[in-house]
């Protein structure tokens, strides 16, 4: 099962979770979407393949429903998630100087958790409707092979 993890703070990032979903699951993949809002850090040591599309708020910090999540993935150890795959779409508004930070975070704390990035980070701004079909297209067939449901 791919799960995708959204968090928002307008609703643009959730709305791309959902874009993503139909193309995962239209392309044959088991998948679902879930709000980083109460989702317990700890618990990505269940997930066998992660995808987060996430926004930053302000300058550079995570929306408000996605703080305890980002404390709490920033807390866990060194080399915890040796099992999980992932990629990070990241939204964001270049006009602030820590442009996409919490995506950016998002990807360095799993890769410090060894979590295995199927896919380099993708940023956007207002161009996630343009960005996000590429990115899924190079996406899906990698999600296929790590997920082994086609």
């Avoid at 442009?99 to 360095?108: S, V």
């Amino acid at each position: 099962m791919i799960t995708i993890f959204f968090a928002t703070q307008t609703g643009n990032a959730e709305e791309s979770a959902e874009t993503l979903l139909k193309r995962l699951t239209g392309g044959g993949l088991a998948a679902r979407t879930k709000t980083l809002y109460d989702y317990k850090a700890g618990k990505l040591a269940e997930e066998q393949v992660a995808v987060f599309v996430v926004s930053t708020f302000g300058d550079g910090e995570p929306p408000d429903d996605a703080i305890p999540f980002h404390e709490g993935l920033q807390a866990m150890a060194d080399g915890s998630l040796p099992g999980l795959k992932y990629a990070v779409f990241a939204l964001g508004d270049r006009c602030y100087d820590e442009f996409c930070k919490f995506g950016r975070d998002i990807d360095a704390q799993l890769e410090r958790l060894g979590a295995e990035r199927l896919l380099a980070l993708e940023e956007c701004d207002l161009d996630q409707d343009v960005k996000l079909p590429p990115w899924a297209d190079q996406l899906l067939p990698l999600l296929a092979e790590k997920a082994g449901a086609v």
